[in-house]
Structure formats: C-alpha cells, structure tokens
C-alpha cells in the first residue's frame, strides 16, 4: 500500500509558477512510476506528467515547455514545477502511483494509488 498526500496548490495570477509536491508513504517509492494528473470541473481526469523510476518522462502537449515532474527518491516525493500558468490551467492536480515503474503511462487506469488532490487556480 502507498499513500500519497499533495500540497503546495493555491491561488495565482496568469504567468506566476507554483511548485506542487507530492509525498509517499509506504513501500519503495523508487520502484514506482509516478504521473500528474488534473480535472476541471465538470470534466474527465486528463494527464498531465509522467515519471519512471530512471527519470524518463511525459507530457501532455498542453504543459510541454512550461511544466516539468522531477522526483527524489531520497525524500520519497515527486514534483511539479508549473510555470507561466494560464487559466485553463486551474484544475484539481491528482498525484499517483504505478507498479509499472518503468512506464510513464498517460492512462489514469495504470495508476495504483492516487492521492486526496491539491486546487490550483489561475486567474486572468
């Protein structure tokens, strides 16, 4: 089992950064492939970033360029720094975890474990 707990969301202005962290418990983190995913409301669950346990990742077209999902396995957290936010970026930002570690899979149905979430709004 691995439980997940995001932090580090809030409220900014277009163009501003945040830095979403997301901290495992449990069994080994470093042999879990971990993704960010984020749903607007009244939407799907969409990907957004994906990283394997050797550092390989994945992006969504939308955040190419701006966002970037680093991990230390040391503090068994992943990270998202987002730059230059749009409002179209304001979602509920999942963390999660899959048993697939060498995957950086853009599906939610190959996650294992899934954290509480963390908003992040972006106003104009």
């Known amino acids: 089992q691995v439980q997940l707990v995001e932090s580090g969301g809030g409220l900014v202005q277009a163009g501003a950064s945040l830095r979403l962290s997301c901290t495992a418990s449990g069994r080994t983190f470093s042999n879990y492939a971990m993704g960010w995913f984020r749903q607007a409301p009244g939407k799907d669950r969409d990907f957004v970033a994906a990283i394997n346990w050797i550092d390989s990742t994945n992006y969504a077209d939308s955040v190419k360029g701006r966002f970037t999902i680093s991990r230390d396995n040391a503090k068994k957290t992943v990270y998202l720094q987002m730059n230059s936010l749009k409002p179209e970026d304001t979602a509920v930002y999942y963390c999660?975890?899959?048993?697939?570690?060498?995957?950086?899979?853009?599906?939610?149905?190959?996650?294992?474990?899934w954290g509480q979430g963390t908003q992040v709004s972006v106003s104009s």
């Open positions: 999660a975890a899959s048993a697939a570690r060498s995957g950086t899979s853009n599906s939610r149905y190959n996650y294992d474990y």
